[in-house]
């Protein structure tokens, strides 16, 4: 399944980071949300995510929500993973960038599966 990866569109100073995943028939749109100050000291908070059709129109869940918040061991996991991408080392190309985005978008891609249904 191809993908496009939009990471990071923010505004400036501001706590809340959107990250897009674009697959061929939906897209998964990400909000995170951070305490501190952006530039220092930020801690990640808490994540909120939802799938759209390519048209803009919200997929709700297998639970009839309209977002999932990912807490728990998947928070962990999802940390792990975005702090891999937003690292000197994902930025200036001294690991694998390939790897890494696809280890993020095969977890966000576990989450979809795991609580909509998609036909």
């Known amino acids: ?6 990471l990071n569109t923010q505004k400036q100073g501001s706590n809340i980071v959107f990250n ?7 897209k998964v749109n990400i909000v995170e949300r951070y305490t501190g100050k952006m530039r220092f000291n930020q801690k990640l908070s808490h994540i909120l995510f939802k799938v759209r059709t390519l048209n803009n129109d919200i997929i709700t869940t ?5 977002r999932i918040k990912i807490k728990n061991d998947e928070f962990d996991t999802y940390q792990k993973l975005i702090n891999v991408i937003n690292s000197y ?13 696809q280890d993020y978008v095969h977890f966000m891609l576990g989450l979809v599966i795991s609580n909509y249904q998609l036909s």
């Open 20 to 26: 897009t995943i674009i697959f061929d028939a939906f």
């Open 89 to 101: 080392d994902y930025k200036n190309k001294l690991i694998n960038r390939k790897t890494a985005d």
């Open 62 to 66: 297998r639970n009839g929500h309209l």
């Open 1 to 6: 399944m191809n993908y496009t990866l939009e």
